[in-house]
């Protein structure tokens, strides 16, 4: 199974691609997708959601994983980035991808271990999880751990409904929200 990773920005938008067999991972491509800043915010917005649909006719993903927005100091900044985030959860969407939401603390913790790590921690957790991807830093390292996150988290949770279905319980919904894309 192919998954997505996507870490928004509005200048920069991070994206990695794992296939995971069983609990193991292994890395397909990762890279960041960059908009003009000389451009309007509209054709910003554009060039994010093609570059990303691109990508996913290419790579061909079954399910998305995308980090939530947090807050910063600057509301404007605040909107900016939500808007590129909601392009760029608008394009899985689109394409019949269930897309999965995460908070930059549970990606942090699922990956290191600890919800405060710092940006070069994931990173390097990122690179001794996933060798063969190579040094990777900034946006792509991130998109990865959001890619990797999604895939222990969804391996966790087909592990606890086995359990309820083997114990005669329905399986109950888990925290995390996955929504099935339009048209799926």
Not at 40 to 46: D, G, Q, V
Not at 148 to 168: D, K, P, S, V
Request: net charge positive; proline share 6%; hydrophobic share 45%.
């Amino acid at each position: 199974m192919r998954l997505i990773g996507i870490d928004p920005g509005l200048q920069r938008a991070g994206w990695g691609m794992l296939e995971m067999d069983g609990s193991r991972l292994r890395h397909v491509g990762h890279g960041v997708i960059v908009s003009d800043p000389k451009l309007p915010l509209a054709e910003r917005l554009c060039q994010l959601y093609q570059a990303l649909c691109d990508l996913l006719v290419q790579w061909q993903p079954v399910e998305a994983a995308v980090e939530e927005t947090f807050v910063n100091k600057n509301p404007s900044s605040t909107l900016r980035l939500g808007q590129a985030r909601g392009v760029l959860l608008l394009a899985p969407a689109m394409a019949g991808i269930p897309v999965a939401e995460y908070s930059p603390n549970l990606i942090k913790k699922s990956v290191v271990g600890t919800g405060h790590a710092q940006k070069a921690q994931v990173a390097m957790m990122v690179t001794t999880l996933l060798p063969s991807a190579g040094p990777v830093d900034g946006d792509a390292a991130d998109a990865l751990a959001v890619a990797i996150c999604h895939a222990h988290l969804r391996r966790n949770r087909q592990i606890i409904a086995a359990a309820e279905i083997g114990a005669g319980k329905k399986p109950t919904q888990n925290h995390v929200r996955l929504k099935r894309g339009v048209g799926a």
